[in-house]
């Protein structure tokens, strides 16, 4: 039955309740508020951002510095700010949504609340990684992955498709973040390639085998790194974000990355993107805001300050990881991962979330 736009903003607005564990990596848990950057003048766009201020001010600064442009920044988890939008509607003051993952971006975008981005824009990004009719364009991508500790488990002992691990080997041992936007845009990927009862299957598998529980993937990457928990479902990027913080390599970490093979949906790659509202779609510096985000500059900061993978040709990608191109992932397409109520529910039900 079709949802309405009121019924989806308060499923949307209860999905945040789900989501307050997210962390701050990679468009995770925030703290509220609005920083901003300093400007010589009066030129100004608001965004209401799911990624967290920790890893995008210092890029919204560096757009401040060089443009001019002052940048007010609403931070909340990226639920929180699509369940924002969805309930402010056309009255919205955000001129820009700069989200955590694809599925965020396409339950506003079917509200009809963003405007199309020009054809010179979209055609700086493959089409896999914005959205069919032009209204939202991913910015930088990641890729799901399984850590592991090997002193745990040997890469011979693992799982060669993320559905193993509801075999009963694996109970105890795995860490999963239910709460989490990209565990979320996971589970949705499930069911848009598998189909609703797989997903409800892989879910009821992973509960019964007594995963570990965390409020994000932060977490868990650090409690496999000390050999707390043998393996866990995250994005690839935290292992980057932890050495940087700890001023080690990613190499040197216990921690490591296992890719799933043969478009395997544990290797879902998806976009942390923006979409333009409706009130700011001929707003010259809100396109100069996009453009910025999808330059060489705003293309590094990603893949050598957050670790993720530039999705515009010519910027290199993270050293420690394959190149984006050489990775198989599934041929889910990201437009078909806007299904968040369902996918809460679905987590919900299988005891996952309370």
């Given at each position: 039955?079709?949802?309405?736009?009121?019924k989806?903003a308060?499923?949307?607005?209860?999905?945040?309740?789900?989501?307050?564990?997210?962390?701050?990596?990679?468009?995770?848990?925030?703290?509220?508020?609005?920083?901003?950057?300093?400007?010589?003048?009066?030129?100004?766009?608001?965004v209401?951002s799911?990624?967290?201020?920790?890893?995008?001010?210092?890029l919204?600064?560096?757009?401040?510095?060089?443009?001019?442009?002052?940048?007010e920044?609403?931070?909340?988890?990226?639920?929180?700010?699509?369940?924002?939008l969805?309930?402010?509607?056309?009255?919205?003051?955000?001129?820009?949504?700069?989200a955590q993952?694809?599925g965020?971006?396409?339950?506003?975008?079917?509200?009809?609340?963003?405007?199309?981005?020009?054809?010179?824009?979209?055609?700086?990004?493959?089409?896999?990684?914005?959205?069919?009719?032009g209204?939202?364009i991913?910015?930088?991508?990641?890729?799901?992955?399984?850590?592991?500790?090997?002193?745990?488990?040997?890469?011979?002992?693992?799982?060669?498709?993320?559905?193993?691990?509801?075999?009963?080997?694996?109970?105890?041992?795995i860490?999963?973040?239910?709460?989490?936007?990209?565990?979320?845009?996971?589970?949705?990927?499930?069911?848009?390639?598998?189909?609703?009862?797989?997903?409800?299957?892989?879910?009821?598998g992973?509960?019964?085998?007594?995963?570990?529980?965390?409020?994000?993937?932060?977490p868990?990457?650090?409690?496999?790194?000390?050999?707390?928990?043998?393996?866990?479902?995250?994005?690839?990027?935290y292992?980057?974000?932890?050495?940087?913080?700890r001023?080690?390599?990613?190499?040197?970490?216990?921690?490591?990355l296992?890719?799933?093979?043969?478009?395997?949906?544990?290797?879902?790659?998806?976009?942390?993107?923006?979409?333009?509202l409706?009130?700011?779609a001929?707003?010259?510096?809100?396109?100069?805001?996009?453009?910025?985000?999808?330059?060489t500059?705003?293309?590094?900061y990603?893949?050598?300050?957050t670790?993720?993978?530039?999705?515009?040709?010519?910027?290199?990608?993270?050293a420690?990881?394959?190149?984006?191109?050489?990775?198989?992932?599934?041929?889910?397409?990201?437009?078909?991962?806007?299904?968040?109520?369902?996918t809460i529910?679905?987590?919900?039900?299988?005891?996952?979330?309370?």
């Amino acid at each position: 039955m079709p949802i309405s736009p009121l019924k989806g903003a308060l499923a949307l607005a209860a999905a945040t309740t789900l989501a307050l564990g997210l962390t701050a990596c990679g468009g995770d848990g925030e703290s509220g508020g609005v920083a901003a950057g300093s400007a010589p003048n009066d030129k100004k766009i608001t965004v209401y951002s799911g990624r967290s201020e920790t890893l995008v001010k210092p890029l919204l600064e560096k757009f401040t510095q060089q443009t001019g442009i002052k940048v007010e920044t609403r931070y909340a988890n990226t639920a929180q700010m699509a369940a924002q939008l969805l309930e402010e509607g056309d009255k919205s003051p955000a001129d820009v949504f700069l989200a955590q993952d694809a599925g965020a971006l396409g339950a506003v975008n079917k509200k009809a609340l963003f405007a199309a981005l020009p054809a010179e824009t979209l055609n700086k990004v493959p089409q896999t990684y914005r959205a069919q009719d032009g209204k939202w364009i991913g910015v930088s991508a990641r890729a799901r992955v399984l850590t592991y500790n090997p002193d745990l488990v040997s890469a011979a002992e693992l799982p060669k498709s993320v559905f193993e691990l509801t075999d009963p080997k694996w109970k105890g041992k795995i860490g999963v973040a239910p709460t989490n936007a990209s565990f979320q845009a996971f589970v949705t990927a499930i069911t848009v390639q598998h189909g609703e009862a797989k997903a409800r299957e892989f879910l009821k598998g992973l509960k019964a085998n007594e995963p570990q529980i965390r409020d994000g993937n932060v977490p868990i990457v650090e409690d496999v790194d000390a050999g707390k928990i043998a393996v866990g479902l995250v994005n690839h990027y935290y292992i980057g974000e932890i050495a940087k913080e700890r001023g080690v390599t990613p190499e040197s970490l216990k921690a490591k990355l296992h890719f799933f093979g043969n478009g395997d949906i544990g290797s879902l790659v998806n976009v942390a993107g923006v979409g333009v509202l409706n009130r700011a779609a001929q707003d010259a510096d809100v396109r100069s805001f996009v453009d910025y985000l999808l330059g060489t500059e705003g293309q590094k900061y990603f893949a050598e300050q957050t670790f993720e993978y530039p999705v515009v040709a010519g910027v290199a990608g993270p050293a420690y990881v394959p190149a984006l191109n050489e990775l198989t992932a599934p041929p889910v397409n990201l437009n078909d991962l806007d299904g968040l109520q369902g996918t809460i529910a679905l987590i919900k039900e299988s005891g996952l979330t309370p």
